[in-house]
């Protein structure tokens, strides 16, 4: 976005103000910037801001980006065994200011004949990534990025007026845009937000052609993720933040730390039996019958503390997060959960039949019972059938040498849907606090919601 120019900004942003918010606004902006009613010594009022060159704060957030990106694979084998390994890393500095992505990915595969009939195949990938820079917006001030293109485009030096009035209340949010203490290249420079995550997953499968035409295959995946966030805001404040720097811009305290750790797990195991058939060159069957089931669960926990000794680096807060300022209560925040697992048991089958390779029917149907119900809620029955023609392989378009395939096909089927929270059917438990004889007690109250929530189907 182009920054606007000293004066085109303040005839702008004059005429905004006083539209909205009349002379609460415009007379503390008169002041501090030496036009209209109350120029000062600036004679020549808005006009002497035509001369002035522009303070582009976004040439300052916004750095040119070096990334690069590394790949190593090693493959080989038998004609038993296949191996295959490789490994990525991708390095990127962000185009923001004080921000970074780094990635590395390292995967193992192996395809192993354990005999003419079985075969056994495995797959292993492992993620580190940490990336920096990432941000929410604060209500009403958006965020340190909005910032670099809403701030004045006036250096302090080439203020006309008076200097006292950035600090003038009247200002009212006006004041974000206008005091360099909420500069967002010092507000950035001073927030960091380093997410680092590792993820592992690995799935194996064996297959087993039981005789001729009928193959069984088992297939198990686990995963395992695990983040872990550190959010460190120091003195400099952003929006609403509480100021933690004094009159001469030194820090009364260091800043706040927000620590954040999650872990999550899955599990994915399924079997199918695949048979298949056909007869003379008319015929063709295929009939799928198989079972799977999904588990899933994880924890967090979050600390958030406030105000550390104005000689800590966000090392040290870390490191020593109990040395928050505790005077007060509410410097100190923690929170846990334990998330209810998600499990699904589902049971499938699926027939086709095939006449001629021209008329397909095919018939489906699968039931799933997902651990998001209650046990009465908790199976669902999804049926489908599908008629179809390719119109193609009949012998009034063999001459059609402009039409390699056409197949109409019309089908009828159900699905469902179970993404609610696992829990919402189940026991809830609330801390309160009462007050007995002036003496204060916390307790555990059970909340017994019981929603009669049922599998969502689409046709």
Known sequence: MATLDPYDYLAYK????????GTT?????????GVGAYKGDNAGGIDTYKNVSKYNLQKDVYNSSFSHNHDLSVSGG??????????NYMGEDGMKLNSY???ATASFKLDQKIVDNLTFNLDVRYTD???????????GYGSSISGAYRFRPIAISDIKGDLSYLDDVSLGEEMYVMNDMFNPVAVIKDHENVTQKQTLRGTAGVNW????????????????????????????PFGNEENY?????NPKWAGNADYRKRDSWNLRWSNTLNYEIALKDIHRINVLVGQEMTNSGGTDIRIEADKFPSNFTKDNAFAMISQYNSTSSSNLRISSGVNTPNRILSYFGRANYTLLDKYILTATFRADGSSNFSPE?????FPAAALAWRVSEESFLEEADWLNDLKLRVSYGQVGNDAISADQWAQLWAKATTVINMRSTMQLCLLMIWLPNKWQTVI
């Open 14 to 21: 004059w005429g905004l103000l006083d539209t909205y918010f």
């Open 25 to 33: 606004y415009t007379t503390p902006f008169q002041h501090l910037f």
């Open 78 to 87: 038998t004609d038993k065994t296949k191996v295959l390994f490789a490994f």
């Open 101 to 103: 992505n780094r990635r």
């Open 129 to 139: 990534r940490e990336t920096m820079g990432n941000e929410s917006t604060t209500n």
């Open 209 to 236: 052609n039981i005789i001729k035409g009928l193959t069984y295959r088992t297939e198990l995946t686990l995963g395992r993720d695990y983040t872990k966030d550190q959010n460190w805001r120091g003195p400099t």
């Open 245 to 249: 720097l004094d009159g001469d811009g």
């Open 377 to 381: 809620h908790r199976w669902g029955y």
